[in-house]
C-alpha cells in the first residue's frame, strides 16, 4: 500500500518560511521520483517541485525557483520542501506523490494516489 504523509503546513505571516516533510511507505523509495503539487482553492493541482532519489537531481516549476527547496533523506524515505518568504499566493493544500520521472510532475493527473495533504495558509 501507497502511502504519503504530509506535515509542515500551518498558518503564517508572509515573509515566513515553512518546511514541508512527505513521509512515504509502500513502494521502494529509490526507484521513484517524489513531486510535491499544490491546490489552492479553486485551482487546479499544479506540480512545483521533484526530486529523483537515486541521485539527488532536483526540478522546480520555473515559478518556484528561488524561493522554493526540495530535498530528501533516503534513510527516511522521506522528502521535504522548504518555502521562503512566504507570499500570500502561497496558499494551498500541498501534496507529494511518487512519479515515474520528473517530467510527470507537470501533469498532476498521472498520479492515482494522493495523501491527506498539508494545508499552508499565509496571512498578509
Known amino acids: 500500500e501507497v502511502q504519503y504523509v504530509e506535515t509542515g503546513g500551518g498558518l503564517v505571516q508572509a515573509g515566513g518560511t515553512l518546511r514541508l516533510s512527505c513521509a512515504t511507505s509502500?513502494?521502494?523509495?529509490?526507484?521513484?521520483?517524489i513531486g510535491w503539487f499544490r491546490q489552492a482553492p479553486g485551482k487546479e493541482r499544479e506540480g512545483i517541485s521533484c526530486?529523483?532519489?537515486?541521485?539527488?537531481?532536483?526540478y522546480y516549476k520555473d515559478s518556484a525557483k528561488g524561493r522554493f527547496t526540495i530535498s530528501s533523506d533516503n534513510a527516511k524515505n522521506t522528502v521535504y520542501l522548504q518555502v521562503d518568504s512566504l507570499k500570500p499566493e502561497d496558499t494551498a493544500v500541498y501534496y507529494c506523490?511518487?512519479?515515474?520521472?520528473?517530467?510527470?510532475?507537470?501533469?498532476?493527473?498521472?498520479?492515482?494516489?494522493w495523501g491527506q495533504g498539508t494545508q499552508v495558509t499565509v496571512s498578509s
Open positions: 509502500g513502494f521502494t523509495f529509490e526507484d521513484y521520483a
Open positions: 506523490a511518487a512519479l515515474g520521472h520528473c517530467g510527470q510532475m507537470y501533469y498532476s493527473s498521472y498520479v492515482k494516489n
Open positions: 526530486i529523483t532519489t537515486r541521485d539527488g537531481k532536483t
